[in-house]
C-alpha cells in the first residue's frame, strides 16, 4: 500500500520552529519530486516548497516566496523521508500542511499521493 504520513505539527510561539516530516511506505520517495503544501482555513491549498529527483546532481529545491530564508526541505534516502524545518515562524504559518509525490520535477505539474496532513500552529 502505498502511503505518505506526515509528523511533526504542533503549537508554537511566534519565532520558534518545527521540523515536519513525510515518511513514505510501498514506495521509493528518493525517485519521486516530493512538495510541501499547506491549506489555511478559509484559504486555498497552496504551494510551499519542493524538492525534485535528480539522477544524475544534487536534488533541486524550490521555496514559495513567502517561505524564502526561512524554510529549509530535505531528504534522508535511508529513513525514506522528506523534512521541512520550518525557522522563525509566523502566525499567517498557521495551516494544515500536507506532503505530496507526482513527478520528479519541480513545481510539481501533478501529484499522485496525498497524506492526511500535520496540524502548525503558530500563537503566543
Known amino acids: 500500500q502505498l502511503q505518505l504520513v506526515e509528523s511533526g505539527g504542533g503549537l508554537v510561539q511566534p519565532g520558534g520552529s518545527l521540523r515536519l516530516s513525510c515518511a513514505a511506505s510501498?514506495?521509493?520517495?528518493?525517485?519521486?519530486?516530493t512538495g510541501w503544501f499547506r491549506q489555511a482555513p478559509g484559504k486555498e491549498r497552496e504551494a510551499v516548497s519542493c524538492?525534485?529527483?535528480?539522477?544524475?546532481?544534487?536534488?533541486?529545491?524550490v521555496y514559495a516566496d513567502f517561505v524564502k530564508g526561512r524554510f529549509t526541505i530535505s531528504r534522508d534516502n535511508a529513513k525514506n523521508t522528506v523534512y521541512l524545518q520550518m525557522n522563525s515562524l509566523k502566525p499567517e504559518d498557521t495551516a494544515v500542511y500536507y506532503c505530496?509525490?507526482?513527478?520528479?520535477?519541480?513545481?510539481?505539474?501533478?501529484?499522485?499521493?496525498w497524506g492526511q496532513g500535520t496540524q502548525v500552529t503558530v500563537s503566543s
Open positions: 510501498g514506495f521509493t520517495l528518493a525517485y519521486y519530486a
Open positions: 524538492i525534485s529527483y535528480e539522477p544524475t546532481r544534487t536534488d533541486i529545491a
Open positions: 505530496a509525490t507526482g513527478g520528479s520535477i519541480c513545481p510539481q505539474s501533478y501529484i499522485d499521493s
